[in-house]
T-cell receptor, first 120, second 112 residues
Framework: NAGVTQTPKFRVLKTGQSMTLLCAQDMNHEYMYWYRQDPGMGLRLIHYSVGEGTTAKGEVPDGYNVSRLKKQNFLLGLESAAPSQTSVYFCASSYTAAFSGRALDTGELFFGEGSRLTVL | RKEVEQDPGPFNVPEGATVAFNCTYS??????FFWYRQDCRKEPKLLMSVYSSGNEDGRFTAQLNRASQYISLLIRDSKLSDSATYLCVVNRGSSNTGKLIFGQGTTLQVKP
């Protein structure tokens, strides 16, 4: 089972360059998320999507854009990379909202393996 | 104050020990609570949800204390394979906003 796949796994950019991270899931999940993980900070939500064609801002959206043209794909774009965007990026998906709180519906997040981005 | 706080550790324990982690959260409206496990340089994976009545899954027990706004994870009979970082996860509020807040994680090292 592929689950959630992220590409690329590693990338080094120079300040000011642009790039796109691709996330693909084969579980027919409605909800998709992009997080970044930095030492001592925990995972922070960048943007998320509650369905095809919709996106919303998370905690740290500045400097990033996203698109969800197809249900299975969620793209994260950096238009002009900055050293502060050096991080590990995780994509995740869930069948329902990952916060429903219902006992029979954990809203479990399924994560990709992560993409390590370094901006010089 | 962080919305979700954990003692980063590391907790170094021998095999067979019992270890407990606590996590505090600041938003009293939070409704959903989880523990995720993250191995070194890997993605987080759900370990267990935390229910109001407390719940157990094998050697793992999760508890919720709404009055004091903390959740706990107890691991009994620790195994070497339990070595990982344990992430406390809380939703920001009761509304459907998709905002789960992750703690920075508590690192556990189980020694032979």
């Amino acid at each position: 089972n592929a689950g959630v796949t992220q590409t690329p796994k590693f990338r080094v950019l120079k300040t000011g360059q642009s790039m796109t991270l691709l996330c693909a899931q084969d579980m027919n999940h409605e909800y998709m998320y992009w997080y970044r993980q930095d030492p001592g900070m925990g995972l922070r939500l960048i943007h998320y999507s509650v369905g095809e064609g919709t996106t919303a801002k998370g905690e740290v959206p500045d400097g990033y854009n996203v698109s969800r043209l197809k249900k299975q794909n969620f793209l994260l774009g950096l238009e002009s990379a900055a050293p502060s965007q050096t991080s590990v990026y995780f994509c995740a998906s869930s069948y329902t909202a990952a916060f429903s709180g219902r006992a029979l519906d954990t809203g479990e997040l399924f994560f990709g393996e992560g993409s390590r981005l370094t901006v010089l | 104050r962080k919305e979700v706080e954990q003692d980063p550790g590391p907790f170094n324990v021998p095999e067979g020990a019992t270890v407990a982690f606590n996590c505090t959260y600041s938003n009293s409206a939070s409704q959903s609570f989880f523990w995720y496990r993250q191995d070194c340089r890997k993605e987080p994976k759900l370990l267990m949800s935390v229910y109001s009545s407390g719940n157990e899954d094998g050697r793992f027990t999760a508890q919720l204390n709404r009055a004091s706004q903390y959740i706990s994870l107890l691991i009994r009979d620790s195994k070497l394979s339990d070595s990982a970082t344990y992430l406390c996860v809380v939703n920001r509020g009761s509304s459907n906003t998709g905002k789960l807040i992750f703690g920075q994680g508590t690192t556990l090292q189980v020694k032979p």
